[in-house]
Every structure is written in structure tokens, then in C-alpha cells.
């Protein structure tokens, strides 16, 4: 059994564990209790003309160990006196330093915690990003556009490294943030207590990232478990995340329990890609739809339209583009049938700059109709497609690849690969491989890129992101001198890991360059500000419906003759597809925005060469 002692010092040593207020008061208890013994005995002992009072004796017991300097006016009194007062000076010197060391430590404590980021931050309809990778320097200033016009926005950051040095790293990379704050702070994404620091109940959205580094799916899992279980004490706000292989999709939406919109990032990059390679241009169009610099994509209940069919809707907005409807049970349908009739409750989705520039026009402009051309549909003839580079998402994009060519088409691969990757079967592709370096020179010109309409190089996933785009930097810089040794024009679209890089790749003068973890992140933003905009993008990047092209301006228009924009739509219309925009060649190579005009005005003059292309969303 233990003993008094014992049990006394158990209960010191629990009140000690308490910190450093616990440490204040034992220090003031002690002072107390000094100070009450040293006014008794100085009662008791000291010269009756010494203290007037009890009052006084405690003040001035408190005054000598407070202050050293109190002893040095002890004139009157006896020696008794003297001493006791020296005594509880001396006393008094011990409580003091200690309390000033409690107190440094304490404070160093308490900043070291706030340099830890672990105080919950009190915040209302602020942005929430859970984890920390590269994503979140694409991602900020997307949400710093969009939340431009608001007096006060805020984004919250949960990640697992040092707060001090992920503030330093976003200081460097994304800059002045306007009047929206950021907020960071450090803990697990998947620990509930960490998550509990983000205001979670609050937050207009909130939005998943993919940590780097190895099996980052499993983490995104492991978060979206966390984000499910939690105990939410108000609403839910929308959850969007993201994996980076298809086959953990289906894992992350069970995790999710259906409150979460999981991005497929393989799937919609292979597509992209696919799709890029086969129109220049598009990754430009692409990206200025996802990105808040530009236009975007908004939907608006518009009853004045109800009982229009969508080809007289077209018309209905002077500096907006229709580009689909909304029905009310929250399925989307893109470039519908021409005679679809808008019903009650149906939202008008379209392409527009800013949500108050959307505004129906009282009349509709005048169409050209002399100007439309009605050139006849011939089938697309085969085509020859030249991949160098092989990763994991490459299987994908052969059989994605497959679906839009014509049979006879043929499809050579050149990539440090063994032959047993290419166990598929291709019903419209003849699929030639040969195993080679594709940044050797003497390689390149042997595979005689000219020969090809189409040329994929991707980058090799088996290789740190910045090695692998070092590699297709040299690859296309290859390319870029055959290609002007030899006279000749290589259709190229690349691939790149790192934004940074795909700028310094200019120079290579490839058609375009697709960056799947930029153009994730601007969708998984763009979901964020609004979740509706999902179904949009699923039906936009399935391979299944209406998709967007880049056709020739002849198919529409006689070439250099100037009309209105409605004329162009008035045209595609009449085909059974939505003109949303054109691209001019001759800037084909002139950043931003590459010749790329998209969402003009119904009034808008055009002129379109023989080379131009027309944009539109269409089924093939």
C-alpha cells in the first residue's frame, strides 16, 4: 500500500504535468505562504513602532520579496527583524527567477505550438485544401482569381510538413495573394483531431489532394475515410478528390460513401491527350474552360426560354455561348438535338466570361446565308500515329486512340518497353512497336517522323517528374531540328509533369503540350466553386456524345469573307453541332492564347482563311 509521501508526491508530481500555469501557481502559492510566515514573525519579533498593522506587516513582506532593494532601507527594527527580512529577500529572489523561466519556457512553448500550426482557425465559407503537393500551387491562384470580387475570402491548408517552411515555399511560388488570406496549418490528413483544425462544418468545399511520393491513392483513400467518419455537427460541404489511377477509383468513391466527386486523373489525361493529339489547339480551349483567367463555364435558370428549341436558344445571349442544358433532375446533355425544347426548371449551361455578363438579347442578329458553305461529309481516311515514350497511362491511350481513328489506321510506338506491355487487341489500329531510346538522335531520324500525321511523346513515369520532362525536353528539341533540317512539319503534342517545364518547352515549337496535374487541378477547382459543373465535365471528356473539335472553317464559311459569329453557328447548327469559337493559324504560335478565340460576341465580325479552324462541340 502506498504511503502518505507517496501519495502526496503522485498528486505534486500530476499537478506539475499540468504545464506552465500549473507551475505559476505553485510559485504563488509558495510566495503566499512566505510572505504570511515572514509578516507574522516580524509581528512577533520586530519592534512594536516597525508595523502599524497586520495590513501593513503583509505589505511589507510582499514589498521584500518582490523587490531586493526593499532590504536596503531596514534601518529601524531590531536584528531579528533584519535578518527575517534579508531571509524572505533571498526567498523572494528564488520565486522571482523561477517565475521568469517558467514564463520564457512557456512563452517559447507556446510559440513553438503556433510555429507547429495546431490552434483551429474560426473561419465561415472558406476553401479547404487537405494534404500538400504540387497541386496546391495551381490550385491557390485559381481561387484567388475567382474569389477576386469578394471583400474577404479565405483557404485553409492542411499538410504533414513544417508550417514555417510550406508559408516560405507559397510565398516564392504563388506571390501576393490579394484580400484573400491563407491559412496553414500542420497535422495528418487522415487524423480527425488534425482535420477538426480546418473549420470543416463551415467551409464552402473542401478538396482533396494527392500527396507525391509513392502509392499517393492510398493516402487520398485513407483522407476520404477520415472526411466520411467525422462527426459533422452542421451541413457537408462538397468533397472533391482526386486519384491518379483508374483501377482506385472505385475504392475512393466507396470511401467517399457517395458524398465526395472523385476525379479520374489517368482517364481524363489519356483522353485529353487522345484528343489533343488528333486537333491542335485543344489543350489552349481546354484550359481556358477550366482556368478562372478567362471563360468559364456557368448555368442559369432562364424561364423566358422555356418552349425554345436549343438551335433557337443558341442565339439568346449576345456574349455567352449555350452549350447545353440542365434538366431538372440534374442530368446534363451537351449540344442536344436541334429541335430539344427547353422545359421549366431546365438550367441553360454556357460558356461566359463572368456570370454578369449573361444577359438574353432582344433580337437575334442577322445570318449571312450566302456565306455558309454545305460541303459534303466524306469518311475520315486512316491515320499514322507515332508514340515515342511508354508509362502507365499509355495502354489506355492506345485503346482511347483506337475509338476515334478509322480501321486501317496505324499506330508505331517507340519506347524503352518490352513487347509483352502491348498484349491487346486494337480492332482499328495496326500497332507497330520498337524498343529504343527516344532521346538518341540517330533513333529519332530512323523512325522518320514526317512519315506520321500525328506524333504522342509522353512522359516516362518510371522517372522522378523533373528527370522525366528533362527527358522530353531533349526528345522534342530533337524533333524541333529535324523538323527544320528537313523542311518539314511534325504535329506534336506532349506531355509534361511540371508547368514550369511545358513553358521552357515553348521554344520547341510543339502543337501543344498537356499538363495533367495543372489541368486536374483546374477542374478539381472549378468543382469546388461549383459541384454542379461535374456532370458538365464527365459528359465533356467521355469519349461517348458530343466532344469538343477543331474542324476547318471551310466546312462552315467561304473562306475571307467577313461575317457576324452568328453566321459561323447559324452553320454548324445546320450540321447538328454548337460553334463556340475559332482559331485563327496564323497565331497559331503567338501565346497565351495561340489563336484561340473563344465565346466572341453573336455581332462579332470574322474572317476566316482557308487554314482556320471553326470550334465546336459535335458527336464525331
Not at 288 to 300: A, H, Q, S, T
Not at 381 to 403: C, F, Y
Request: with cysteine; net charge negative.
Amino acid at each position: 500500500m502506498a504511503t502518505r509521501r507517496e501519495r502526496l508526491r503522485y498528486r505534486f508530481d500530476n499537478s506539475m504535468s499540468k504545464g506552465t500555469p500549473a507551475l505559476i501557481g505553485w510559485l504563488a502559492l509558495v510566495t503566499v505562504v512566505m510572505v504570511v510566515i515572514f509578516a507574522g514573525l516580524s509581528i512577533v519579533f520586530a519592534d512594536k513602532d516597525v508595523h502599524d498593522s497586520w495590513y501593513d506587516a503583509l505589505w511589507g513582506s510582499l514589498m521584500r520579496a518582490m523587490d531586493p532593494g526593499t532590504v536596503a532601507g531596514d534601518n529601524e527594527g531590531s536584528t531579528i527583524f533584519t535578518v527575517l527580512g534579508f531571509a524572505i529577500t533571498i526567498g523572494g529572489l528564488l520565486i522571482v527567477s523561477s517565475l521568469v523561466g517558467v514564463l520564457t519556457t512557456g512563452l517559447d512553448n507556446k510559440l513553438t505550438e503556433l510555429r507547429k500550426g495546431r490552434s483551429r482557425i474560426v473561419e465561415s465559407g472558406h476553401t479547404v485544401l487537405v494534404g500538400w503537393s504540387d497541386q496546391v500551387f495551381t490550385i491557390i491562384p485559381e481561387l484567388v482569381e475567382a474569389n477576386a470580387s469578394e471583400a474577404r475570402s479565405c483557404i485553409a491548408i492542411l499538410g504533414d510538413g513544417d508550417k514555417l517552411e510550406m508559408e516560405e515555399e507559397l510565398r516564392t511560388r504563388v506571390g501576393d495573394t490579394g484580400k484573400t488570406r491563407i491559412v496553414v496549418r500542420s497535422g495528418s490528413t487522415a487524423e480527425p483531431t488534425d482535420l477538426d483544425l480546418l473549420s470543416l462544418d463551415t467551409a464552402r468545399s473542401v478538396i482533396v489532394l494527392s500527396p507525391a511520393g509513392a502509392d499517393p491513392d492510398a493516402h487520398v483513400v485513407k483522407t476520404l475515410l477520415a472526411l466520411t467518419n467525422r462527426n459533422w455537427r452542421r451541413r457537408r460541404p462538397p468533397i472533391i478528390a482526386s486519384v491518379t489511377d483508374s483501377g482506385n477509383r472505385v475504392a475512393a468513391e466507396l470511401a467517399a460513401n457517395g458524398h465526395a466527386q472523385v476525379v479520374d486523373t489517368d482517364d481524363i489525361a489519356s483522353r485529353l491527350i487522345v484528343q489533343t493529339c488528333r486537333q491542335s489547339g485543344l489543350s489552349v480551349v481546354v484550359t481556358d474552360l477550366l482556368d478562372f483567367g478567362g471563360d468559364e463555364i456557368y448555368m442559369r435558370t432562364e424561364p423566358k426560354l422555356t418552349g425554345f428549341p436549343y438551335g433557337e436558344a443558341l442565339f439568346a445571349y449576345e456574349t455567352a455561348s449555350l452549350i447545353g442544358i440542365r434538366r431538372g433532375d440534374g442530368s446534363v446533355v451537351l449540344n442536344p438535338p436541334m429541335d430539344t425544347q427547353v422545359m421549366d426548371g431546365d438550367q441553360m449551361i454556357v460558356i461566359a466570361e463572368d456570370d454578369s455578363t449573361v444577359r438574353l438579347v432582344r433580337g437575334f442578329p442577322p445570318v449571312v446565308q450566302q456565306a455558309i458553305t454545305h460541303p459534303a461529309r466524306e469518311a475520315a481516311p486512316p491515320e499514322r500515329t507515332l508514340m515515342l515514350g511508354w508509362n502507365s497511362r499509355a495502354p489506355k491511350i492506345v485503346a482511347e486512340l483506337d475509338q476515334y481513328v478509322a480501321p486501317g489506321s496505324i499506330l508505331n510506338v517507340a519506347a524503352a518497353v518490352d513487347e509483352s506491355a502491348f498484349a491487346f487487341e486494337l480492332p482499328n489500329l495496326a500497332l507497330n512497336v520498337k524498343e529504343c531510346d527516344t532521346t538518341d538522335r540517330i533513333t529519332l531520324e530512323s523512325l522518320e517522323p514526317g512519315m506520321f500525321d500525328h506524333i504522342i511523346v509522353l512522359a516516362d513515369d518510371r522517372l522522378e517528374s523533373q528527370h522525366a520532362d528533362s527527358r522530353t525536353l531533349v526528345t522534342l528539341l530533337h524533333l524541333r531540328d529535324l523538323a527544320s533540317r528537313t523542311g518539314q512539319r511534325f504535329p506534336i503534342v506532349s506531355e509534361m509533369n511540371d508547368d514550369r517545364n511545358r513553358r521552357l518547352a515553348q521554344v520547341t515549337k510543339a502543337d501543344d503540350f498537356v499538363v495533367g496535374t495543372k489541368l486536374i487541378s483546374l477542374l478539381m477547382t472549378q468543382l469546388s466553386e461549383n459541384p454542379h459543373l461535374g456532370g458538365v465535365f464527365r459528359y465533356l471528356f467521355d469519349a461517348d456524345g458530343s466532344e469538343i473539335y477543331l474542324k476547318p472553317a471551310t466546312d462552315y464559311i467561304h473562306p475571307g469573307m467577313t461575317v457576324s459569329f452568328a453566321t459561323v453557328i447559324a452553320s454548324a447548327r445546320a450540321r447538328g453541332e454548337t460553334a463556340i469559337g475559332y482559331r485563327l493559324t496564323v497565331e497559331a504560335t503567338a501565346p497565351p492564347n495561340y489563336g484561340v478565340v473563344l465565346n466572341p460576341g453573336k455581332s462579332d465580325p470574322v474572317t476566316l482563311g482557308p487554314r482556320d479552324l471553326v470550334i465546336v462541340l459535335a458527336e464525331d
